[in-house]
């Protein structure tokens, strides 16, 4: 075992993570500075290649699965489960540089850290990046990491169509990144995954890191409304039949509807789509996206229930017809207690502050935590904005993040059993 003395010293090289952080940001690079690499797509497999040829760099032995995720393993003193850290590489259209990366490059910067100092952990170490986590080009999110832990079939997700038409097997063969490993794969001693918080509160709060308890749930339906095209200017209103307005009302009812049940409640309307989508024609069709997400699951179907209250009300006072389809469903997560006492112990040993909340967007971690004790550090994201060119997070913030993410895996690495916080005198 290692030395805790020597364990607690060893600290991660910051302009080291930052050029990583810089260097997959080119894949993809958008002109305002954001990245757009899209699950499968040209700029994905770029970053791939990329990140594949770091971890190999590192002396990791690299397996990429039949959905495409890659998992590099560091050998340890002993065989046996890994303790598992990463995130994913693909981005929204409109992504920045630190979402998924972040978690993916800290654990690339913890192994060359822990290979600089020549030091062996006790058990091995893996990093990974999980395919298809943000489901923006094919739902549903967190699609590899589901695959992997054996909750969404193989053939179910090779089979799912981009919003482009793409099957995401072909996709995946196009871009040579269907693997032979097989899932689900290998269950982890535990799994830790750094993120940006993708919110607000550790900013707003003067916090400089979060140990999440948990993720909220998420419920995403399409919508499709059939109605009746016409002329704009010669139907009274009392004979329109229009899908337009069915759309725009259910996403007026959608902002309502987080405000009456207030709490932790949100919701969002975040994609739309109308045919003939022409200025001076009734339209005839509208297909669009309703995410609903809450950290307790009672209220989450409360909110699916008044969903669909108000959709069959519109489309009977409208004279439309209204079909709705399942993208993702996903019950709220808890992780592990033990792994949320570790980060938040590690964080202050560190002279950071720290709060325990939970996250409001999904994540590889919780559907890990369906096979092992799981978690997460958070760090802060300039005024809550990701998902967005603009997002940022300060590189000392980087820094501290991706120092508790090492100190947080050694000890897992070290320890017979997960840590437990022990009872003060």
Avoid at 113 to 126: H, K, Q, S, V, Y
Wanted: hydrophobic share 40%.
């Amino acid at each position: 075992m290692l030395e805790e003395s020597v364990r607690r010293a060893i600290r991660v090289d910051k302009d080291r993570l930052m050029r990583r952080l810089d260097a997959l940001a080119e894949c993809g690079a958008r002109d305002d500075g954001g990245c757009n690499r899209l699950a499968f797509t040209d700029a994905d497999k770029q970053g791939r290649d990329r990140v594949i040829g770091w971890m190999r760099e590192l002396g990791l032995t690299v397996e990429i699965d039949a959905i495409g995720n890659a998992v590099a393993i560091r050998a340890g003193a002993t065989d046996g489960p890994p303790v598992m850290c990463g995130s994913h590489i693909d981005t929204v259209r409109t992504g920045g540089r630190y979402d998924g990366n972040l978690g993916v490059l800290a654990g690339l910067e913890v192994v060359e850290t822990l290979n600089d100092a020549g030091l062996t952990t006790r058990r091995p170490l893996a990093v990974a990046f999980f395919s298809n986590e943000e489901g923006a080009r094919a739902a549903p999110d967190m699609m590899g990491s589901l695959v992997y832990v054996g909750g969404l079939a193989l053939t179910q997700a090779l089979d799912a169509v981009a919003i482009d038409g793409a099957r995401v097997g072909d996709e995946l063969e196009r871009i040579g990144y269907r693997g032979e490993a097989s899932v689900p794969g290998p269950v982890p001693h535990a799994f830790v995954e750094l993120h940006i918080e993708q919110g607000p509160i550790l900013e707003a709060e003067g916090i400089q890191l979060g140990a999440v308890t948990g993720v909220q749930g998420i419920s995403w339906t399409e919508v499709t409304v059939s109605g009746q095209a016409n002329h704009a200017g010669t139907t009274p209103m009392s004979y329109r039949h229009d899908a337009g307005y069915a759309a725009a009302e259910t996403t007026s009812f959608v902002r309502r509807l987080t405000r009456e049940m207030g709490g932790a409640q949100v919701g969002t309307v975040g994609a739309i789509n109308l045919d003939p989508n022409l200025v001076n024609v009734v339209a005839r069709k509208a297909v669009f996206t309703v995410d609903l997400r809450n950290t307790d699951e009672a209220l989450l179907k409360k909110a699916e229930a008044r969903l669909h209250e108000h959709l069959d009300a519109i489309a009977e006072a409208e004279g439309v017809t209204i079909s709705t389809r399942t993208l993702a469903r996903f019950e709220p997560v808890s992780f592990d207690r033990r792994i949320i006492e570790l980060v938040a112990d590690t964080a202050r040993s560190l002279g950071r502050t720290v709060k325990e909340l939970p996250a409001g967007a999904g994540h590889d971690a919780q559907m890990l935590a369906r096979v092992c004790p799981s978690g997460m550090v958070f760090t802060p994201s300039a005024k809550g904005i990701s998902h967005n060119p603009r997002e940022h997070t300060d590189p000392e913030d980087l820094e501290a993040g991706a120092n508790t993410l090492l100190q947080v895996l050694l000890a897992l690495t070290e320890s017979d059993e997960i840590p437990t916080r022990q009872a003060s005198p």
